[in-house]
C-alpha cells in the first residue's frame, strides 16, 4: 500500500489496516482485541471503520455462518486503482449531492476547458 494511499487515512483507518497487514484474514471481534491491547477503542468503532475501508475498496469482506449469524472476516485489498475510483465517486457524488445541479455544469464546463487544451 503506498504512502499516499495511508496518508488520506484517519489513524484507527491505518492501525486497523497495518493489522490486515500482518494476517489473512480477521472479524471484527478480533480487531477490536487487538487494537484494545494499545488503546481503549469501542466495538461499534472498529465496526463502522471496517465498513469504511470496504467502501473505500481497501478491504474485502467475506461472510462467515458463526453463532448466532452471520459474520465478516476482513482481507486487504491492495487494489491501488479501485481505491482511487471509489474517493473519486464519492467525491463526486458528495459534491453533487450537495451542490445539485450546479455541480454538475461545474464539472460540464471543467471538461470543455480540458478538451479545448
Keep these: 500500500m503506498t504512502q499516499k494511499l495511508l496518508q488520506a487515512l484517519s489513524p484507527l483507518e491505518n492501525e486497523i489496516i497495518n493489522l490486515l497487514v500482518k494476517q489473512n484474514r480477521y472479524g471484527a471481534a478480533d480487531i477490536y482485541s487487538l487494537l484494545n491491547k494499545k488503546k481503549k477503542v469501542a466495538p461499534s ?49 458528495l459534491f453533487i449531492k450537495k451542490f445539485g445541479t450546479k455541480a454538475v455544469a461545474y464539472f460540464n464546463e471543467s471538461f470543455d476547458h480540458l478538451k479545448k487544451k
Design 45 to 93: 468503532s472498529v465496526s463502522v471503520i471496517l465498513d469504511r475501508l470496504y467502501k473505500k475498496g481497501l478491504v474485502s469482506r467475506e461472510t462467515e455462518t458463526a453463532r448466532g449469524g452471520i459474520r465478516f472476516k476482513y482481507r486487504l485489498e491492495t487494489n491501488k486503482e479501485r481505491y482511487e475510483r471509489t474517493m473519486i465517486e464519492n467525491t463526486v457524488n
